[in-house]
């Protein structure tokens, strides 16, 4: 896989819902690398999506991610590639960066139905997350061994600056710090 670039990138923010996160583990941890993301995503000028599974019992998306009503699909589904009109929101070739809960479940679904349809995927490590570490552990490892990408918050941030002399490197900086 190469290298992600804020061009040809869409951020998918899975299932961060304010019924969810208190059972997860290093929630608020996770919580505030996806702030990150989004961040940075709005700095590179990266679309970014957000989803929320039956959010009737799991509630809306947790404040502190506080996403646009427009960029919001709600799904029962545990893939979100099959809610109807998900796909074309990510751009036609886009690759996709994914930050959510629960990762052995919707992160996973989701990651390896777009990559079996061909989507360059890549899940951020430290801004997914599950109620029990082993079964984020055990989500990573079977997204890894199935052509994802496994990547942190600081390399994708760095990726979408890729260049020191770049404007926005300041700014950019300041959100890993």
Known sequence: MAIITAQDTT???????????????????????ARRLVDAATLFR???????????????TVPELAPDESR???KTTFDAGR?????HRLGEDNAVVIAGCEAHVCVLQT????????????????AVGSRRPESKEAGLLRMARNGVEIVTTEMVVFEWLGDAANPR??????LIK
């Open 72 to 74: 919001v699909f709600r």
């Open 111 to 126: 990651a390896l139905g777009l990559a079996e349809k061909g989507r360059r995927v890549f899940v951020v490590r430290d």
């Open 11 to 33: 951020l998918l923010i899975v299932d961060f819902q304010v019924r969810l996160m208190p059972a997860i583990d290093e929630g608020a941890a996770a919580i505030a690398n």
């Open 83 to 87: 809610t109807p009109g998900f796909e």
């Open 46 to 60: 990266v679309s970014t999506l957000f989803t929320e599974q039956n959010p009737k019992g799991l509630g809306p």
């Open 169 to 174: 490197f300041k700014d950019a900086v300041a």
